[in-house]
Structure formats: C-alpha cells, structure tokens
C-alpha cells in the first residue's frame, strides 16, 4: 500500500524566511509524485509533478527536488501569499506498468508566512 | 492547467433527503474522475473512482449505496448522496485526469461543503 507523510504538520516563518517542506513516500512503483498548494475552503491547485529521482522543478519562488525516498517543496523569501496547506501525493504502478491513476496524499503542511 | 469546474460550491439539506454533486471537465476530455471527502484539517481521502462508462470502484469502506456515482460523459460525472445524515457533513472533491491528453496530473474541483441538519 502506498503511504505518504509529510513534515512539519505546520510551520511558521517570516516574510522572507526561506525553508522546506518534506515528503516522504513508498510506493512499488513510482509513476509521479505531485504538489498541490490548497487555500482553506477550496480544492487542491496543481503546483509540480516529479517523475524520477533527481529531477527538479521551479515556479516563482517554489522548488520540488526528489528522490527515491522523499521530496522537498523549498520555498525561497516566502510572501504572506504564499500561506496555504502544501500537499503531497503519489500516483503508483501496478503490474505491467500501469497506473491506477489515483492519488495517495500526505496529510499536508499548514504553512504561515508572517509579513 | 486543465480547468474542473465543481457545483453547488455549498449546499445545506435536511437529513434524510439526497444532494446531487456535478463535476465537469471544462476544457479536456476526463477518461477517469475521482471523488475525495476532506475533514476539517485533514487530508483528501478518495472515495472512488470513476471511469467513464463503466461502473465506480469504491474505496474500503465507502457505502456504494450511499454515495452514488455516475459518470456517463468524458466531461460529467456526479456524486449523489442519498438519504444524508449530519455525519455526511464534510468537503467533497473531484478531480479529473485523462493519462492519454495530459499525462499523470489530475486537476480538481473548487470541492463543495455540504451540511446536513
């Protein structure tokens, strides 16, 4: 079964303040690993998809590394916009390299950036 | 991105009557669709999956008969919950992707509140 965590649950930081937010997974077989930003009351927002290790994305201020084991959403000098719930989630393959095509998410970050 | 468009955004029904939830792709054909449920700080938790012409596979745990789902078009599926209680008070979510046209990603409704008194 696959399993996704995500740390820290919540994380505070000052404008400007650049951290991480980490993703642990295991799967069988990984197909994608996916970030999604979500703002209270509304659906998931599309941010990355990573495919292998190694790989890297950027969008503004956000970057998504991976690796056999984790992923990291690094936020660089962080605005008060940027505040929302980070979400992580694996696709899986089964047998034959197929993919279900459903999500497995982590519980999610509840990230603050204070001005 | 590909745009799913999630309707009522919110909705208030009496217990015991049944609410209707329509997920639409808007720009892409949805081969697959896929109705979370979300508790207050929690994460999304799929519900089933739906493929278009065929019947929904539902989760462990999930009561077919309570949550019906339909999705008779690639741009339409719905999430009907039927005969609902003040414990089916949560957010529902869809998402839809099509592994043919956009690859892995899937894209999500705006979700919708439901509250049952």
């Known amino acids: 079964e696959d399993q996704v965590t995500q740390s820290p649950e919540a994380l505070r930081l000052q404008e400007g303040e650049s951290s991480s937010l980490n993703c642990s997974y295991t799967?069988?077989?990984?197909?994608?690993l996916f970030w999604y930003r979500q703002d209270p009351g509304k659906g998931p927002e599309f941010l990355f998809t990573?495919?292998?290790a190694g790989e890297e994305k950027e969008k503004e201020r956000l970057k998504a590394t991976l690796t056999k084991k984790e992923s990291f959403l690094h936020i660089t000098a962080p605005k008060p916009e940027d505040s929302a719930t980070y979400l992580c989630?694996?696709?899986?393959?089964?047998?034959?390299?197929?993919?279900?095509?459903?999500?497995?998410f982590g519980q999610g970050t509840i990230l603050t950036v204070h001005p | 991105g590909a745009v799913v468009s999630q309707h009522p955004s919110r909705v208030i029904c009496k217990s015991g009557t049944s609410v209707k939830i329509e997920c639409r792709s808007l720009?892409?054909?949805?081969?697959?669709m896929f109705w979370y449920r979300q508790f207050p700080k929690k994460s999304l938790m799929l519900m089933a999956t739906?493929?278009?012409?065929?019947?929904?596979?539902?989760e462990q745990g999930v009561e077919k008969d309570k949550f019906l789902i339909n999705h008779a078009s690639l741009t339409l599926s719905t999430l009907t919950v039927t005969s609902a209680h003040p414990e089916d008070s949560s957010f529902y979510i869809c998402?839809?992707?099509?592994?043919?046209?956009?690859?892995?990603?899937?894209?999500f409704g705006q979700g919708t509140r439901l509250t049952v008194v």
């Open positions: 998402s839809a992707t099509n592994p043919q046209g956009l690859g892995t990603e899937a894209f």
């Open positions: 990573l495919y292998s």
């Open positions: 799967v069988s077989g990984l197909r994608g």
């Open positions: 739906s493929n278009e012409g065929s019947k929904a596979t539902y």
């Open positions: 720009d892409f054909q949805a081969t697959t």
């Open positions: 989630a694996v696709q899986g393959l089964r047998a034959g390299g197929t993919s279900y095509g459903k999500l497995t």
